[in-house]
């Protein structure tokens, strides 16, 4: 064992993890590993079925496999009893296991009672669901966000790369951290379906107060073309209006007309003004026909180019072949040469600390496996610095976190915390409130700026203070919350922070262990940092955009703008590192993440096989590359379906049984690739049986002969989903203007700490008082002259 003082400094540092997990959390060990912990991969006799999934490189490897567990030392057991693995839990201080998934080991928590276990199943532990088959497909399926993506004239569409396990991977992470938080042995319960419910933004939710049931609309969002054909591509550009957005309407008025294609519904038009909702969808078309034609003139990457020069905000819709020439992920060193890759995604993380001993998040090496005489070996523990903990505590009880931002992304990773227990403090200004806060602002929303659903869901159980950060006493009391705070999270483009004097080198001088977590779309460095975007243009780039919709049509993108909810899991992921980094040791760092490059990092088998084989993964409806059938089948009622498929012969043997299916059908389509050659058969014959019955008679049918079979849920029906309600996902709590309102949970339950929200979102200054009383000491006449000097706007 290599002495102590040889071993790189590390955010998780001497935390040992055994993976017994299979693919849908293959994700969390390698994003542990990448944090610095020791991960063993431990395989069942015969090797981890992952490795025989494809994308496959030349050599025959599974390149998902190469992806998620790089950086791990594997460990394939000579058989059940093998001695290796007690010794291994022995020591454990998280094991990671998905019950249930088909051909993944399954071990009893008894056996290593003092660790961490994190079991990861489709729907949770419990419930009347809890024993359901489902693959990504089912899981998308059951949350209400597959329903709302696609065509309206087609059925809903998944994105063909797995986003379910895209989401729980990191989510487990953070489960897995927060129990470590907790300074005792827990048993996570992590349901796949409540970790994928954040990405459709709280609507499910909120049901109940807006019935909205949700819709498919195609490239557009809302009314509103997203997703624009190009010269040799489509760039994803929204015409929503808003205050946020006039600059960049302007600005496209000005390129069009500059290429002799303005008209006056363009260029006459006042964007100050424009709102999106009250045009009719003529007056759209007439505004959207010159810039399309703009558009269909110029390449991505011309348009791009453009963006990156004038702010606007636009972007491709980015294949491997585009992310691996991107100056922005090149200057990031965000590829990086392992084994016979040329571009492997290092990681989704960046980390500066005071000293600079902080090794950079990453594998150094492609999965290493040990024979069978082998046995792996711990490294050496530092010496924690653990607080006794509470038993009714929650995980991140006397953490103290303050906020600043705007949008989705940054408020969904810090809601996490909010939910475990830590005091979390937004910062907000009343002269310029966050964009969400405006959309409480349409007409028939008597609440207004306090009235948004969608601000409200995301900010659940955190307190909030308004400064003025334009002025110089509203900068100073900033400064003060920030020694205060044990982390600050922020998602602003990076000059922002930088010119209040609040970004984390102006800080660290003045308070050395600061945790700082810095989420924009594009990373703190890198020549478009700057680059101003929302979660549309974060799809787009990061590839989700290309890999959603049918292969004869336009992209779609997943309904929610997906990385607004993917890249919060991967921050939330690195600021519980970098707390349980500064309680073992004392000092701080500055996490560092790029929600294009977690996407990207996500997205790792994908980018790998273009790496190796030159193949550009694109969109392939509800079809897959392993199952026949897979895809969502029309069922009786109005835009009602469900989703099914078979992953192997016996599978389709028994569904060939269920359905009635002919003899001569049956075994003339008894091999996977007879049936892949007869796809359009099999999809048809499943649909005639399906068409006449309701989704949850079928689902419930096929389920019961071990079939994967899951209605197709709208907003309205996961609402109402009873496994969800079994989980308490959901609690109704009282808002100040709006009433009773409903929010969710995250994902993932601790045995032994509790967690919850007790109180909605924070209104404008809700809790200055409170704050700047007695988290400052200010008293009411200090307060006053604030207030009246517009230092609290």
């Not at 025989?52 to 998620?68: E, I």
């Not at 000005?254 to 964007?271: H, K």
């Not at 453009?306 to 992920?329: C, D, F, H, K």
């Not at 909810?565 to 921050?571: E, G, I, M, Q, T």
Request: proline residues 8%.
């Amino acid at each position: 064992m290599p002495d102590d003082g040889a071993v790189p400094e590390t955010l998780l540092r001497g935390v040992r993890v055994v993976d017994v997990a299979g693919e849908p959390a293959a994700m969390t060990g390698r994003i542990l590993a990448d944090l610095g912990a020791h991960v063993v991969k431990v395989e069942p006799p015969g090797g981890d079925p992952l490795r025989t999934v494809p994308p496959f490189g030349p050599d025959g490897t599974s390149l998902r496999f190469a992806a998620w567990n790089a950086g791990k030392t594997c460990l394939e057991l000579r058989g059940p009893d093998d001695p290796r693995l007690a010794g291994l839990l022995q020591d454990a201080d998280v094991v990671l296991c998905t019950p249930g998934w088909p051909g993944a080991m399954v071990l009893d928590p008894g056996r290593a009672p003092d660790a961490v276990w994190v079991l990861v199943t489709p729907f949770g532990s419990d419930g009347p669901r809890a024993a359901w088959r489902a693959s990504d497909l089912g899981v998308m399926a059951s949350t209400g966000n597959m329903y709302c993506t696609g065509d309206p004239d087609r059925a809903p569409v998944r994105c063909t790369e797995p986003t379910a396990w895209s989401h729980v991977g990191p989510e487990a992470a953070v489960a897995a951290l927060s129990a470590l938080a907790s300074g005792r042995p827990q048993v996570v319960d992590v349901s796949v379906q409540e970790a994928v419910m954040i990405a459709s933004m709280g609507h499910v939710g909120r049901f109940p107060r807006t019935q909205m049931r949700g819709k498919r609309s195609g490239a557009s969002v809302g009314i509103t073309r997203e997703i624009w054909p190009c010269q040799d591509g489509f760039v994803s550009f929204g015409l929503r209006g808003g205050k946020a957005r006039v600059a960049n309407l302007q600005t496209i008025t000005r390129l069009v007309a500059e290429d002799g294609l303005g008209t006056p519904a363009l260029t006459d038009r006042d964007w100050t003004t424009y709102d999106h909702n009250r045009v009719s969808q003529e007056e759209l078309d007439e505004i959207g026909a010159p810039i399309a034609a703009y558009f269909s003139r110029h390449s991505m990457a011309e348009l791009y180019e453009t963006a990156v020069q004038t702010n606007l905000m636009l972007a491709p819709a980015n294949s491997p072949r585009q992310l691996i020439e991107s100056r922005q992920l090149e200057a990031r060193h965000f590829f990086c040469e392992l084994g016979p890759f040329a571009h492997f995604p290092r990681s989704f993380l960046h980390v500066t600390s005071p000293g600079d001993e902080l090794a950079q998040p990453g594998p150094a090496d492609l999965a290493r496996s040990l024979d069978a005489t082998e046995s792996p070996a711990w490294p050496a523990r530092p010496a924690p610095a653990r607080r006794v903990p509470d038993a009714s505590a929650p995980a991140w009880a006397g953490t103290k976190i303050l906020e600043f931002g705007t949008g989705a992304a940054g408020p969904i990773a810090v809601r996490y915390f909010a939910e475990h227990g830590a005091t979390v403090v937004r910062v907000e200004s009343r002269s310029r409130p966050d964009f969400l806060r405006t959309y409480g602002m349409a007409p028939g929303k008597p609440c207004g700026l306090e009235g948004s659903d969608m601000f409200d869901s995301l900010n659940v159980g955190k307190l909030g203070v308004t400064l003025n950060l334009k002025h110089p006493e509203g900068v100073a009391l900033a400064k003060r919350l920030v020694q205060w705070a044990d982390a600050v999270a922020e998602n602003f483009a990076p000059r922002a922070m930088r010119s209040f004097g609040l970004d984390y080198a102006s800080m660290v001088g003045e308070k050395p262990d600061l945790v700082m977590v810095s989420s924009c779309l594009q990373g703190q460095t890198g020549p478009h940092k700057d680059y101003p975007g929302f979660g549309g243009q974060g799809s787009a780039l990061g590839g989700y955009n290309l890999l959603t919709g049918w292969p004869d049509r336009e992209p779609v993108g997943p309904y929610g703008t997906i990385t607004d909810s993917l890249a919060p899991r991967f921050v939330a992921s690195a600021l519980a590192a970098g707390l349980l980094y500064r309680r073992r040791t004392g000092h701080g760092v500055h996490l560092d993440v790029s929600q294009v490059e977690a996407a990207v990092y996500s997205l790792s088998p994908w980018v790998l096989d273009y790496d190796v084989n030159a193949h550009v993964g694109s969109r392939q409806g509800n079809r897959s590359d392993r199952a026949v059938p897979h895809g969502a089948f029309a069922c009786a009622g109005d835009d009602r379906w469900v989703a099914i498929a078979a992953w192997d012969d016996d599978d389709w043997a028994t569904l060939a049984r269920t359905i009635g299916l002919d003899d001569d059908s049956t075994r003339r389509l008894a091999a996977f690739e007879a049936r892949r050659d007869s796809v359009d058969e099999v999809e048809a014959l499943l649909t005639a049986w399906t068409a006449t019955q309701p989704p949850h008679e079928v689902a419930d049918a096929l389920q019961a002969v071990g079939i994967e079979a899951v209605p197709v849920a709208d907003l309205g029906d996961a609402s109402a989903d009873p496994q969800l309600h079994h989980r308490r996902h959901f609690v109704t709590l009282e808002h100040p203007c709006m009433g009773e309102c409903g929010y969710e949970h995250n994902g993932f339950r601790l045995s032994h700490a509790p967690a919850g929200f007790t109180r909605s979102s924070p209104t404008l200054g809700e809790h200055n008082d409170m704050i700047l009383g007695e988290v400052l000491g200010l008293d009411a006449t200090q307060r006053q002259r604030l207030l009246d000097d517009g230092v609290l706007e």
